[in-house]
């Protein structure tokens, strides 16, 4: 049998630490947490949880400076993040994904909510162990992304998009239910936007969607943050 999921949860609100780890217990994960970054940065090197629920503003060290040490160690670098935000943090959840972190939570959140975006995460953790070369035809539903051609199809459909639309469809279908800010999505499609800024992202995705038209929910607005594929599980 697998093992439980291990989760470790940062967190120096003990009522919010408490609703964590209680929540996530009751599903059936094994959980471990800290109330500090000190600790908790020791505590995920001695535990190596899957997942780490990270709270952003802590009392010792900024959870953004833990994301960085645990992505810049090779033992904890494949250790999974998800930010724990309040309102107002949306540039620290920006910065947050560009250093790795693979998804955010904004507080007050719900139980349900919680569980399902830590499944969610665990599991593209699973399929990201699984050979991802960026070659490989992206198959969603009924978009097709052929990166080897260079080709769109939807319903079997044969849609023209230019490189940078196709490199941005690409990006996003390859990571469904994973969020990309739009200085990632700039990031990833350099070259063809290099001298453009993160509002064309915008209207890259506006194009995109208006190409997928019936499909255009395929693509999701992270708002005040960026854009996903949706997670169809
Ligand atoms: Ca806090």
Known sequence: MKPKPRIAIVEDEEDIREILEYTLTREGFD??????????LELIRRERP?????DLMLPDVHGLEICRQLKADEQTD???????SAKGEESDIVLGLGLGADDYIPKPFGAAELVARTRSVLRRADRALEADSGTDVVL????????????VHLDGEHVE???????????LASHPGRIFSRSQILADSRGELAASYDRSVDAHVRTIRKKMGEHRHMIETVRAIGYRFADPA
């Open 50 to 54: 899957d997942l780490v629920l990270l």
């Open 161 to 171: 998009f230019t490189a940078t639309e196709f490199k941005i469809l690409h990006l």
């Open 78 to 84: 494949g250790i999974a993040i998800i930010m724990v």
């Open 31 to 40: 959980v471990v947490s800290a109330a500090d970054g000190a600790s908790g």
């Open 140 to 151: 969603r539903g009924a978009l097709k992304v052929d990166p080897g051609s260079f080709k």
